[in-house]
């Protein structure tokens, strides 16, 4: 290049990222082949640092790997990790590249430094190499290892448009390098392009050859996926070219029928740090459930050691649908166990398919059956092997001496796996058998009172000579005289009473009103006793009236009545008047007067009782005849001892009628002519007679009159009338006479 110096520039140690040491001896080398025989002969061993991308094709920036992960880092002169990578017009090949100080603000002059981790690489380094060109003839590299210069001489460091190789071996060893290019002062556009590999040299054993890993411990593929990829890994270093064993390995999948075994050896070349073993799986029509098969990786070579996944396993997922692994239920919902035993089993049955293996959780809970005291406890896990259709568990009750109701608890399934949940629980139930006292049940009185207005009473129900167990018995009530709803509130139901339970009231309601009723009845039965005996079944309940009464008056409609000898009969009525409330009553009876029972009538005696709303009552009143006449007769009938009533009229008197044919007789005076003396003591008295018959009473009026001789001076004169009672047949009439002088004549009257 006309006109360019190349300048060594050596840097301080501002720009190093080592401390400086004293060099021994540093060999410079244009020729490759005598720097890598340089460094056979030093003891050293070469690796190969890639400065490779993933894809070497445009210009573009990426970092660089340290050399197989040993410890040793690249960067370029302004700090940065990131390389310029390019294919550009006019070079060979790809490269990496320097740029000039006047573009993309780098350094001048510009270059790159490699640095070493003595905690993971501790040997240093014995030399580096590397194929340059630049753009322009002239270019100069300089190289400077930990702060002392590699002293190139003559044209050596000098960079043509041709590749050049330039290396060195520091005999003492280095840890850090900084290489760089020198433009010329007028700072033309020289580029230094850097092979995208360069030599590193250094003691044997420095580099690795790195650990070999299965990329995973599980592939999961589908059984008809074709074939599964198995990547193996190599970490931890990259030197040299390293082999290592695979094979595969049968387990639940069979080589031949569900994939196809293989056994070789995989190859990495230097700087190779991964490949890729296909392992094919084969399909087939018949539902095997997963299988699995490994590969093992084995028998390592070039250095190279195996790291901790060296076995995988390749898990195939079958693409049929399974069989149906089934449903687990119990074969009953319900249980009976007796209290003194013995133990009984329950079948937990599998249907509808049994592929598989499949488990359920058992456990019993107590209800009112407590464990341990009334039956053994029992939990666990029923595991069902594939084919197997049924399990059995056994139920072990606790007995004892004392009566118990029946008690129950449960026997529960649940967690199943791999398979469906039937029928998941049975109630079990423990019947005592001991001697039973259920005891019996009765009201506890055959009455009771209830107030019209209130309030509600309780009726007992008792429980007496023993409480073993649950019983129950139905009770209700039913309409006498008082009618629910208006008079009291029906009830009717079953009491129950549980174990123990001695006693259970009944409610009654009355319901009032404002209008006065006499005191109404209804019951409260119990019947349909269950499980106990029965004693007082039924109670009588009055509901007493509490308005006010108006019972009203008792009287006969009339103070007499006639009767005909020969009938026919009569009644005569007894009235309730001004109230009719509740039940009165009153006595009644005949009397004779004139009338004799039983030769007359007939006598009556008696109460009359009149119910709530009852206004009238009739007594019959029957004469009794005969042949002979008789005057009229006479009997009374009487009302006494009202009962919550008063008394009206009480009294009538009947009077009988004779209807047989009379004879009342004749009525004459005894004698026509009558003398006496004058002056006679005592007067005269004559005699009237009732001749021909004397039938009832019969009367007769009577009167003197003056003849010969004179009222008021011979006589008195007489005047009335003669009464003849019913066979009466004389009368007499008393005349009196005026003595007036001695010697008078005789007179006569009549």
Known sequence: MIGQRIIFTLLGASLLLGASNAQAAVITYTDEATYLAGLATLGCE????????????ATETFPVPSLTNNGLTWAESDGSTNFLMTTASGLDGSALRTLDGATGGHTDPDGFYLKTDTATTPNSLCGFGAWYKGSQNGSKVTFTTNGGGVGFTGEEATVLTTWKFLGFIDDVGFTTLDARVVDDPANTDVRLIFVDTASIGAPVGTFPAGTLDLSAANYPVNEND???????????????????????????ATSGSDYQAINSTLSFA???????ITINLLDDLVYEGSESFTITLSNTGGGATLGTTTTASIDIADNEPPPSPGTLALSTATISLLESGPAVTVTVDRTAGSFGAVTVDYATANDTATSPGDYTAISGMLTFLDGELSKTLTLTPIGDTVWEPSETFTLNLSNVTSATLGLATATVTITDDDTRNAGTLALSAASATLSESGPAITLTVDRSGGSDGTVTVDYATADVTANAPGDYTAINGTLTFLNGELSKTLTLTPIGDTVWEPSEDFTLTLSNVVDASLGLSAATITIADDDTRAAGTLALSAASATLSEGGPAITLTVDRSGGSDGTVSVDYATADVTANAPGDYTALSGTLTFLNGELSKTLTLTPIGDTTWEPSETFTLTLSNPGDATLGLATATVTIDDDDPRNAGILNLSTATESVAENAVGGLTLTVNRTGGSDGTVSVDYVTADGSALQPGDYTQATGTLTFLDGELNKTIPLTLTDDAPGSRVKTSR
Do not use: C, H, M, Q
């Open 46 to 57: 070469v690796a190969s640092e890639g400065f490779d991308s993933p894809d070497w094709l």
């Open 226 to 252: 074709g074939s599964v990829n198995v990547t193996v890994n190599r970490t931890g270093g990259s030197f040299g070219a390293i082999t290592v064993d695979y094979a595969t390995s049968n387990g639940t």
């Open 270 to 276: 230097e700087n190779e740090y991964s490949k890729v």
